[in-house]
């Protein structure tokens, strides 16, 4: 059997025309191939599917339920292209975003969040909560289309992209007389109790923020280890410590705790947005990518 959907739209012409003449004339074709290819088709399904005569052409039983299911499959046929033409697109499908908990408090994360989801209602936005070091691995896999983390050493197959450099800021109990001044140094801070993450978290903020210390030959005394960065801000906030966190941060105002600026220049954090360079991405995440790129650029 070799059935071509050019068959199916043939007959569903005449079927639904009842005429030969004026099927031909709505399919710009002429009258005696579409007789023939009409016959062809009766040939391969082994049943008469219209009933000729001189002056008329009616369905048969076969040519009815023919006509119906004609009809599905074309609809279906049209149904999937539309869904892969949108798909290729990058009107619809899955968008896979891991993120660090701190990437929704920068306003061109949120913000491009909003709007591509504004823009493309049919794209499933699939975001998952993940460190930077744990991000690793899924986008290597392949289940994670992007990835938004703090700087870190990464391997080879993946690419990146800087989309925010910002300060770090000094978070102090509003009471601490640190809490006065206009700036405080990383040696004043060091001297404090420091609230600061569990290095077996994954963050990448704990290589970044120590990172820094060191360069400056500090090493903080570190008296509460905690996993999330907003445990950090309500640790402090209850008095128990000093601690540093990038400035998107600062978007989480408690009446207890003030963000003083640090006195060092190089007291920055960098937010990356990271790839796989092995793995084909797909047109929305590409178009998410371009659309963060220009929210952070504008």
Not at 59 to 77: C, H, W
Not at 113 to 136: A, K
Not at 238 to 258: D, W, Y
Request: no cysteine; hydrophobic share 45%; net charge neutral.
């Amino acid at each position: 059997m070799n059935i071509e959907l050019r068959h199916l739209r043939y007959f569903i012409a005449v079927a639904e025309e009842l005429h030969f003449g004026h099927a031909a004339a709505r399919l710009n074709i002429s009258q005696p191939p579409l007789s023939q290819q009409i016959q062809i088709l009766e040939q391969q399904i082994g049943a008469k599917l219209l009933a000729r005569t001189n002056r008329s052409v009616s369905l048969t039983p076969a040519g009815r339920q023919f006509l119906a299911d004609s009809r599905q499959i074309l609809s279906q046929v049209d149904d999937a292209v539309s869904r892969a033409a949108r798909l290729h697109q990058g009107e619809t499908g899955d968008l896979r975003i891991g993120f660090t908990s701190s990437a929704p408090f920068i306003t061109a994360v949120s913000d491009t969040l909003s709007s591509f989801r504004q823009r493309y209602p049919d794209v499933h936005i699939q975001t998952r909560e993940i460190n930077t070091r744990e991000q690793i691995a899924p986008l290597n896999e392949g289940k994670l289309d992007l990835g938004l983390m703090r700087n870190t050493l990464l391997p080879d197959t993946l690419a990146w992209q800087v989309i925010l450099r910002e300060p770090l800021l000094a978070m102090i109990h509003r009471d601490h007389p640190l809490a006065a001044k206009p700036g405080v140094s990383l040696a004043e801070l060091a001297r404090e109790p420091f609230v600061f993450f569990d290095p077996h978290v994954g963050t990448g903020l704990y290589d970044d923020i120590l990172g820094l210390l060191r360069r400056y030959h500090l090493t903080p005394l570190i008296t509460q280890e905690v996993g999330e960065a907003m445990t950090i801000i309500g640790l402090v906030a209850a008095g128990l410590g000093v601690s540093i966190l990038p400035a998107s941060f600062r978007r989480v105002q408690l009446k207890e705790m003030r963000w003083v600026p640090i006195l060092e220049t190089d007291a920055v954090s960098e937010m990356w947005l990271v790839w796989a360079k092995h793995h084909e991405q797909g047109t929305a995440a590409q178009r998410f990518r371009q659309q963060l790129i220009s929210a952070v650029n504008a």
